[in-house]
């Protein structure tokens, strides 16, 4: 089964309200990456962190690393309508395997 | 410009007849996977290869069989395809340096 778990699985917000996902990972990470979908595109990488209790941004998006390097959260602020699409976590194990989230599916009204 | 193509991009076929989907980089990248993407279930891997003739099981592998005789293509092979195979697959290349994905477009195939 799967040994990311990420949620929400879905999310419905008012544009300009702030949005967060999470990933919970069974096991110590060794480094965690970020993905968006849009709709009937295909996953683009959007960060990758690495140390313990890293934080990254990216403009209006804020991602996060657990102490334990078990989980992280992904932030938007103030979202737009171009900020809807799928969020997906995949966190790469020691061992090379990276195992994805199932993905929190956001939409945003205008 | 770099770029993984998958082909075909859509495929409707019917019960056991066997199926190859094919997969080709221009990255040079020795890490290529492929993974089933189903509502609910997010992204899972079938199989990934770490270099050419290097294959290994992903978390499902059943039913699917790949090779990687060279380094930038990696075809996925359904044997005797099945409904449950009803999906969309993704093909990934990554560097092992950092194993960022790099994600084809996508095929989507019905198996009736």
């Known amino acids: 089964g799967q040994q990311v778990m990420q949620i929400p699985q879905y999310q419905h917000v008012q544009e300009g309200e702030d949005f967060t996902t999470y990933c919970n990972s069974s096991t110590t990470l060794s480094n965690i990456q970020w993905y968006k979908q849009r709709p009937g595109g295909h996953p683009v990488f959007l960060i990758q962190l690495v140390k313990s209790g890293e934080v990254k941004k990216q403009k209006r998006l804020t991602f996060q690393f657990g102490e334990a390097k078990k989980n992280s959260s992904l932030h938007i602020t103030a979202t737009q309508t171009t900020d809807v699409g799928t969020y997906f976590c995949a966190g790469l194990r020691y061992g090379n395997k990276l195992v994805f989230g199932a993905g929190t599916i956001l939409r945003v009204k205008s | 410009e770099a770029q993984v193509t998958q082909n075909p991009r859509y495929l409707i076929t019917v019960t056991g007849k066997k199926l190859t989907v094919t997969c080709s980089q221009n990255m040079n990248h020795e890490y290529m996977s492929w993974y089933r993407q189903d509502p609910g279930l997010g992204l899972r891997q079938i199989y990934y290869?770490?270099?050419?003739?290097?294959?290994d099981k992903g978390d499902v592998p059943e039913g699917y069989k790949v090779s990687r005789k060279e380094k930038r293509n990696f075809p996925l092979i359904l044997e005797s395809p099945s409904p449950n195979q009803t999906s969309l697959y993704f093909c990934?290349?990554?560097?092992?340096?950092?194993?960022?994905?790099?994600f084809g477009p996508g095929t989507r195939l019905t198996v009736t």
């Open positions: 290869s770490m270099n050419v003739e290097v294959t």
């Open positions: 990934a290349t990554a560097p092992t340096y950092t194993y960022e994905q790099y």
